[in-house]
C-alpha cells in the first residue's frame, strides 16, 4: 500500500481512511468482525444504535468485564474533526457517549 506523503501526515491519515472505509463497505472485514463476536451478540444487536449509545454500551461492557475503562484519545479525534470536516464524527459521538458513562463512577 503506496500512501501519498502530503502537510506532514495529513494526506496520508485522509488516504488511510478512504482505504479502510472503501474495504470495510465492500465486505472485506467481514471474516475478522465474526472472529471476535458471537452470532448471538450480533443478531441481537440493534442496528439503528446511535454512536453515542454505542459508546455507552462499551463503557458498560469494559466495567462488566474489567472493572475499569480505557482511556480513548477525544483531543486528537477533535482536531482531526475540525481539520477534515467532521469526517471522524461518529467516533466522537462513541467516545462521548463512552466517557459519559464513565462519569458516572468519576462522579460517585
Do not use: C
Request: charged content about 25%; cysteine-free; overall charge neutral.
Amino acid at each position: 500500500m503506496r500512501v501519498p506523503k502530503v502537510n506532514g501526515g495529513i494526506m496520508a491519515f485522509k488516504y488511510l481512511h478512504d482505504y479502510v472505509k472503501k474495504n470495510y463497505e465492500a465486505g472485506n472485514y467481514d471474516n475478522i468482525k465474526s472472529a471476535y463476536t458471537s452470532w448471538e451478540y450480533e443478531k441481537n444487536k440493534q442496528t439503528s444504535m446511535i454512536d453515542f449509545e454505542m459508546g455507552v454500551q462499551k463503557a458498560q461492557a469494559d466495567y462488566n468485564q474489567n472493572g475499569s475503562f480505557v482511556t480513548y484519545p477525544k483531543l486528537a479525534i477533535d482536531i482531526l474533526n475540525k481539520l477534515f470536516s467532521d469526517k471522524a464524527s461518529e467516533v466522537s459521538e462513541f467516545i462521548d457517549g463512552y466517557n459519559s458513562y464513565k462519569l458516572k463512577f468519576e462522579n460517585a
